[in-house]
């Protein structure tokens, strides 16, 4: 006896597609449940008149969206230029953490150091000791300037969590590509340069784009020390118009950013663990 | 003069002495294998000779020079000896050419288009002219192995050294690579081969020794040595070896 097929599908795979349309509907019937909670309840609280006022204001959001989008060019260059400067120092500190000769001693000490200075202080206090610290020695014109300052201690502080992460890149080369780069006679350097650097940088690009993610929203900790990016901006608002809307209006510029960057990159850590097995 | 010549060579691992006094000499265009149980110190040997480990005591002289002077540069050494490792150990992010090419260019500064045919002519040699193109992902193990030997060819060495070069392959692979020796073996290359193929052992190796705790208990063309064994540990492994 045969069994009765329909639509051309296997029994095996009837009951897949049964149990996918029970999980579709289970999972769609329960978020409906949560939303609508929340559409009820919330504006049933008593202070959710208030806050509907001072922080989801469409008048406001619409006069001050334009101005946060351009405050927040401010973020983005600064964030352009940290990048790549943050990429080299984190990758020369973890070179030279690994460093086996014995005249680079002394840079493998100060690696080890930076690392664990940078990565031991919250970063708004590095931003604040460096950013009022160094203009503070009384420097000329454009030396005293926020940007510098505030950029360095960010270099500074994402450079050191950088290093950690290519060095993990490095020790996850395995030791026989070494072996096999050396016996074709290949110096120490060139294994590095050749053989173990690509390799170790491909394994870690998703992890550093969770850095990335990271660096463009602590750019805003730098508006504690005078540049008036968006997140300053925000506040500029908020004083002069007593309402947070504009707030809402920074959060939703970094998702707008965030969200796509962090999908991105799991894809990236996804495709790369499936490359693995 | 023996192309190759081991004398009284020690190497520990801490407490473990790998290989225990071990002579060996290799003449010109000799092919040697070295047989004996897992842990023997064959892999070990193979990478003294290379310089990968450093040794403890005694010397290796190639065309009688010593290369294992303290303080001698194992990168002119190196060039001169190839070696091809059981896992194959191709660089992933380059194609089986790249592979090829990379020590001749940073090593020697062969980087002319007649140095590139050159390096060419011995993918096609090997059968791979149409996979030189391809990453080690894409090729099968037997492939990838004898890129692995073009690789190590392509330095021109004296000397090539291979660690189990068949061990990881699938047994219908196993016939391709073989081929590959026998190749290099009637060209004239002189080659040390540690080995657990029996078989190709009896029939290509101008000389075997059997390695048994970092000493070569026995050594001998291998008419002698596989029928005629004399000492008990080596009769009680070829008796586990040879079913
Ligand atoms: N880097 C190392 N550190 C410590 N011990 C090692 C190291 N390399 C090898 N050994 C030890 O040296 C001994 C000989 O190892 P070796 O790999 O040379 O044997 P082998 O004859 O090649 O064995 P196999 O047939 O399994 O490849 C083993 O006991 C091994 O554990
Ligand atoms: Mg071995």
Redesign the interface.
């Known amino acids: 006896m045969t069994t009765p097929k329909a639509a051309g599908l296997t029994r095996r795979q009837q009951y897949e597609a049964a149990q996918r349309r029970r999980s579709t509907l289970i999972a769609a019937t329960s978020t409906a449940l949560v939303v609508a909670a929340i559409i009820i309840l919330v504006p049933m609280t008593p202070g959710w008149e208030k806050v509907q006022r001072s922080f989801f204001n469409g008048q406001t959001f619409v006069d001050t969206f334009p101005k946060l989008l351009d405050a927040f060019k401010i973020n983005v260059m600064i964030f352009l230029w940290s990048a790549p400067a943050i990429a080299i120092l984190g990758l020369l500190i973890a070179l030279a953490r690994d460093t086996k000769s014995p005249a680079l001693f002394p840079l493998r000490i100060f690696g080890a150091a930076f690392t664990d200075i940078f990565r031991g202080i919250p970063v708004i206090l590095t931003v604040y000791l460096i950013g009022f610290g160094i203009p503070g020695l009384g420097l000329p014109r454009p030396w005293n300037s926020p940007y510098i300052w505030g950029s360095l201690a960010l270099i500074l502080t994402y450079a050191a969590y950088v290093a950690e992460i290519f060095r993990s890149g490095i020790d996850s080369v395995h030791h ?2 070494r ?9 120490e350097r ?1 294994v590095t340069r ?2 173990v650097l ?2 170790a940088i ?1 394994n870690v690009v998703p992890a550093q784009m969770n850095m990335l993610i990271a660096l463009q929203k602590d750019v805003s900790l730098l508006s504690f020390i005078g540049p008036v990016e968006i997140f300053r901006q925000a506040g500029v608002f908020k004083s002069l118009l007593a309402n947070f809307t504009p707030y809402v209006g920074a959060a939703i510029i970094f998702l707008i950013v965030t969200i796509p960057a962090t999908r991105y990159a799991d894809y990236l850590m996804a495709k790369q663990r499936k490359e693995r097995r | 003069m023996a192309k190759l010549a081991l004398r009284g060579v020690v190497k520990r691992f801490g407490d473990a002495t790998v290989c225990d006094g071990i002579d060996l000499d290799v003449e010109e265009g000799q092919m040697v294998c070295l047989i004996g149980a897992s842990g023997g110190g064959k892999s070990t040997l193979l990478r003294c000779i290379n310089l990968l480990e450093v040794i403890e005591d005694g010397e290796i002289r190639l065309d009688g020079e010593d290369i294992t002077v303290p303080g001698l540069d194992p990168q002119t050494v190196r060039s001169r000896i190839g070696m091809v490792f059981q896992s194959y150990n191709l660089f992933p992010h380059m194609t089986a050419l790249e592979n090829a090419l990379l020590a001749p260019r940073l090593v020697k500064g062969q980087n002319s288009e007649s140095d590139r045919q050159e390096i060419e002519g011995l993918f096609v040699r090997f059968g791979l002219a149409d996979r030189m193109g391809n990453y080690p992902d894409q090729l099968s193990g037997g492939q990838q192995q004898r890129v692995a030997i073009v690789r190590a060819l392509a330095m021109r060495p004296d000397v090539m050294l291979f660690d189990e070069i068949t061990s990881a392959l699938d047994p219908q692979l196993v016939g391709e690579v073989l081929d590959v020796l026998l190749q290099l073996k009637a060209e004239g290359m002189t080659m040390i081969l540690a080995t657990h193929e029996m078989e190709f052992a009896r029939q290509a190796a101008d000389k075997v020794c059997f390695l048994k705790d970092g000493k070569i208990i026995e050594e001998g063309p291998p008419s002698t040595l596989f029928t005629a064994p004399r000492e008990a540990d080596t009769q009680a492994f070829l008796a586990r070896a040879i079913k």
């Open positions: 026989s590509q072996s096999a780069a050396l016996s074709l006679g290949l110096s060139q050749y053989v690509p390799q491909r």
